[in-house]
T-cell receptor, first 116, second 111 residues
Framework: AQSVTQLGSHVSVSEGALVLLRCNYS??????LFWYVQYPNQGLQLLLK??????LVKGINGFEAEFKKSETSFHLTKPSAHMSDAAEYFC??????????????FGTGTQLKVEL | KAGVTQTPRYLIKTRGQQVTLSCSPI?????VSWYQQTPGQGLQFLFE???????NKGNFPGRFSGRQFSNSRSEMNVSTLELGDSALYLC??????????FGQGTRLTVV
């Protein structure tokens, strides 16, 4: 079974400050890990993915995440927050399923607020 | 390259009715998955279709069903609608063993 835990359902930062959104995973198989962003009344947009290559993954809009197996973590960071980063962020895990397949298991989401 | 297209975007139905939602995946993608998003339960996996066959299924009652056509377009159907079925239904397409790309979703309201 796979799961992800996102610590903090709401995070507030000042514009220009560091963004850190936390995600810990649990997986019995080597995981694929993803971060998605969702703006109001929209679908999910992929920010970045980890698929067992480099442990430091760079994504779109200046976001990056580091896979740390020893800590079972995949935290999302951005050096300098922008007002347009305000949205909900989801961490997700998938892995090789018996018979193949794509099934994402999502965390509960973190709402990021960016203040002036 | 066109993204994932879901129709309709918004839908209002009455309890007891049935509804069909449609999803057109990215060209060349053979895997289509469906997710339900609600404030209380978050994002939950419904099912996945690959080459017209259901490959994986989540923990939803039999009222939720789906199918996939030979052109990879997919539909999901919910019969005997309940108030609790009100949700954002998201479709995702994938070229298998890679990331999933999501559509804008269909917002279903059951009254």
């Amino acid at each position: 079974a796979q799961s992800v835990t996102q610590l903090g359902s709401h995070v507030s930062v000042s514009e220009g400050a560091l963004v850190l959104l936390r995600c810990n995973y649990s997986s019995s198989v080597p995981p694929y890990l993803f971060w998605y962003v969702q703006y109001p009344n929209q679908g999910l947009q992929l920010l970045l993915k980890y698929t067992s290559a480099a442990t430091l993954v760079k994504g779109i809009n200046g976001f990056e995440a580091e896979f740390k197996k020893s800590e079972t973590s995949f935290h999302l960071t951005k050096p300098s927050a922008h007002m347009s980063d305000a949205a909900e962020y989801f961490c997700a895990v998938s892995g090789k399923l018996t018979g193949g397949g794509n099934k994402l298991t999502f965390g509960t989401g973190t709402q990021l607020k960016v203040e002036l | 390259k066109a993204g994932v297209t879901q129709t309709p975007r918004y839908l209002i139905k009455t309890r007891g009715q049935q509804v069909t939602l449609s999803c057109s995946p990215i060209s060349g993608h053979r895997s289509v998955s469906w997710y339900q998003q609600t404030p209380g339960q978050g994002l939950q996996f419904l099912f996945e279709y690959f080459s017209e066959t259901q490959r994986n299924k989540g923990n939803f009652p039999g009222r939720f069903s789906g199918r996939q056509f030979s052109n990879s377009r997919s539909e999901m159907n919910v019969s005997t609608l309940e108030l609790g079925d009100s949700a954002l239904y998201l479709c995702a397409s994938s070229s298998d063993k890679t990331e999933a790309f999501f559509g804008q979703g269909t917002r279903l309201t059951v009254v």
